[in-house]
């Protein structure tokens, strides 16, 4: 059975170009880059080329390129950096969707007597600059905020929130994992001071990502050691990623043009989802949302038998909610969102990528109709007070 996969803002397949220029440094080019000998040395050589490889995606410089382990590392070390740096300021403001890598370093800074103000979202996922405006104080040390959320695809407005934290005088960190490679960056001309990516969001293997931080920024290492990454992330370099991470980088700018041949497909399968299945509905902000992402709500079902149904398709995809990880609780990102039980409870997100296929997009638009029906035919609650799931979600939320 083929595998349908329609879950790329999980992972992506590493594309078959960047493996082909990350192998030698596994087989052949093995020295260490910081070596004095020129065995050594042309791989050195070979980072530098990497690192200038992503710095033209952002629209960066070189020097402000700093080469992680993942999106989590990067996030940590901006926000602990930006800290350090302002060690007399002791506010932080981000918002009530961030991914865990934020969401819970806030948490656990919160413990350490910080106070950390979580900006709520409307109905599609947007954020409202007044609420921001009136949240920025002179002890705000930091805004962090995600470029695009990675379960609906809405997409900030980055520019006005990094131009109203700069009059606060507070540093702008940019959690852009999910927007990098989709969305078209100049980091020159930009209000963000410091941005995270990762690799295995573009195509390049798990385990390697890079952080920007403009220069003037001051920045304390978050792993202290050696003088690696000119002193600002110390450990000895991971080559085959940084090489695949800049191929990837490279490849991403050749493919930003597909970006609207992906949000053909993702329109046709929302179109033709919610034309086929009645009682469905297109999560987040109809415009400003990643060409690839869709979050559907079935009314009425659970997420976690249609990710099961699918499954036996080979198709894959997820859920808003967390079921999959042994847990009932729904998703958060819906629940700041104010969508109803009926829907938080049986979303589903399809993200997309330039292998995705027309033929792949029809064969889902044949197989969830039927689904959706049996489901529905079985399910314990058929209408909108659901009063039982209601009262469920409240016991797991405590």
């Known amino acids: 059975m083929s595998v349908i996969y329609l879950d790329n803002n999980a992972t992506t397949k590493v594309d ?9 440094y596994l087989t052949e080019f093995y020295g260490n880059p910081s070596s004095m000998h020129t065995f050594g040395g042309q791989v050195g050589k070979a980072v530098q080329q990497a690192r200038g490889q992503v710095a033209s995606l952002l629209g960066a410089e070189e020097s402000e390129i700093i080469f992680t382990s993942c999106g989590t590392e990067g996030n940590n070390a901006a926000i602990k950096a930006a800290l350090a740096a302002q060690p007399q300021k002791r506010h932080i403001i981000t918002t009530q969707v961030e991914h865990a890598a934020i969401i819970n370093v806030c948490k656990q800074l919160e413990k350490q007597d910080y106070t950390v103000t979580y900006l709520s979202v409307d109905s599609q996922g947007q954020i409202d600059l007044l609420e921001l405006e009136a949240a920025l104080t002179g002890d705000t040390a930091l805004v962090s905020t995600m470029y695009a959320n990675n379960e609906t695809g809405v997409v900030f407005p980055i520019e006005q929130i990094g131009l109203r934290a700069k009059d606060a005088g507070a540093i702008f960190h940019v959690d852009a994992v999910q927007a990098v490679g989709k969305v078209p960056l100049n980091l020159k001309t930009s209000s963000i001071d410091m941005l995270t990516l990762s690799g295995h969001k573009l195509h390049a293997p798990k385990g390697i990502g890079a952080l920007y931080v403009r220069r003037g920024v001051r920045f304390r290492p978050l792993l202290v050691g050696g003088h690696q990454e000119r002193g600002r992330r110390a450990g000895t370099e991971n080559v085959p990623g940084m090489i695949a991470l800049g191929k990837a980088a490279e490849l991403a700018q050749i493919h930003l043009k597909d970006v609207k041949r992906e949000k053909a497909l993702r329109d046709r399968l929302e179109q033709g989802l919610l034309s086929a299945i009645p009682n469905t509905e297109v999560n987040g902000h109809p415009t400003s949302r990643l060409s690839n992402t869709s979050n559907i709500g079935f009314k009425y079902i659970e997420g976690e038998a249609i990710l099961l149904s699918l499954n036996k398709y080979g198709i894959c995809a997820s859920s808003g909610s967390a079921c999959t990880s042994g847990s009932l609780e729904s998703s958060h990102v819906l629940r700041a969102m104010g969508l109803p039980y009926t829907i938080l409870h049986g979303s589903i997100r399809f993200s997309l990528s330039r292998y995705t296929t027309e033929a792949e997009i029809d064969k889902v638009l044949q197989l969830m109709p039927p689904i959706v029906e049996r ?18 979600e409240e016991v797991l939320a405590h």
């Open 16 to 24: 078959a170009e960047i493996l082909a220029a990350m192998l030698p």
């Open 375 to 392: 489901l529905r035919a079985i399910s314990p609650f058929s209408n909108d007070q659901a009063d039982w799931l209601q009262g469920r």
